[in-house]
């Protein structure tokens, strides 16, 4: 979150380098099918699902459409544009026939209320949520030293000239629980999440720290820290989006809380389930960084195709902070005790 530097990069499924020839020849012969030379963490676009709701609730709250302490009381279908013939369901009335009751922006987040953001993100418009995406890095180059796509924020322009079909008020709807044309790659999920937790900053994503001569007498390159854009809002905002994310681990009514209580490293997350069409099983999407709080260490983004529920993924995401803080503490061990041989 304070560097951009990719600690860790991984797509699956992967290869064997001792048989790339016949990979090769297999991804030509079916040029449709899943091929494992595609790394999917840059190279594969993904719906982000409710995984960009707060992006949604970052542009709510510093655009004034709506204040931290402003309460909605849900509904479990939108009906503003029935008599269109459109009215979209929050995922609990649609599974349970339950609402969410009278929530805020935070709780909004927590428990993930597809209402709150169809209510409100009909007022606030899809330019300026696709504002608030492009400076999160949303749709743009992560600023990473390999071949990547950038995908795209769902926008009228977008898709009028991709499928010829006017916008309509549903597609602002789709667009703010990340649905619609949204597709992001991974990476830009994971720069995304940095941001959030450094309080609106998005430096360039690398995998280069510096370059030294053959034999390493000399550093001919060291890499610095680049800002690639910045949120310029009230930084309460994202201390708001924080506790939402917070919340989504451990608030009393979390199914997700039991990866997490037991864990000395107290974290921040966001589930999505990004809806692929009927008949066809959903992609889970997860968001996380940690510690939470002022100082955080790792933010991580995870896309499993046709996973189902982003939720599925909790655990997957535990291990990494687990491993992650396990090997940090191992290191800080081991370099400790060199400085005092030394």
Known sequence: PETGAVLGMASSP????????????????????ESTLLNRAIQTLYA?????????????????????TRTLKTEGQFTKYIDDGYAPECWIYSTYKYTHGEINVVQAITYSCNYFFYYFGDELGIDKMAYYAKLYG???HTGIELPEVTGQMSTQSF??????????????????IGQSFTE????????????????????SASILKEVRSYDYSKTLFQRETEVLSKLDIDPEIFGY???????VLYDAASTLKEHWLDSSIVAA?????????????????FILYAPYGDNPEIAIAIAVEKGGAGATLSPVARKIVDYYFTFQSSANT???????LK
């Open 269 to 285: 997350a966001k589930t999505g389930t990004a809806q692929r069409g009927e008949g066809l099983v959903n992609n889970a999407m």
């Open 241 to 247: 989006i924080q506790y939402g994310m917070y919340g």
């Open 14 to 33: 992967t290869y064997d380098a001792a048989d790339f020839a016949a990979e090769i020849e297999k991804a030509n012969a079916n040029p449709d099918g």
């Open 159 to 176: 898709k009028e000239q991709y499928t010829g079909i006017s916008w309509f008020q549903g597609d602002t709807l789709q667009s703010a």
């Open 48 to 68: 982000p699902g409710s995984t960009f709701k707060p992006c949604t609730a970052t542009a709510l709250l510093a655009e004034g459409i709506i204040s931290p």
């Open 138 to 140: 949303l749709g743009e």
């Open 334 to 340: 081991v370099e400790n005790a060199y400085s005092l």
């Open 184 to 203: 992001f790659t991974p990476l830009q999920m994971a720069e995304y999440c940095a941001a959030i937790a450094n309080g609106g900053t998005r430096h």
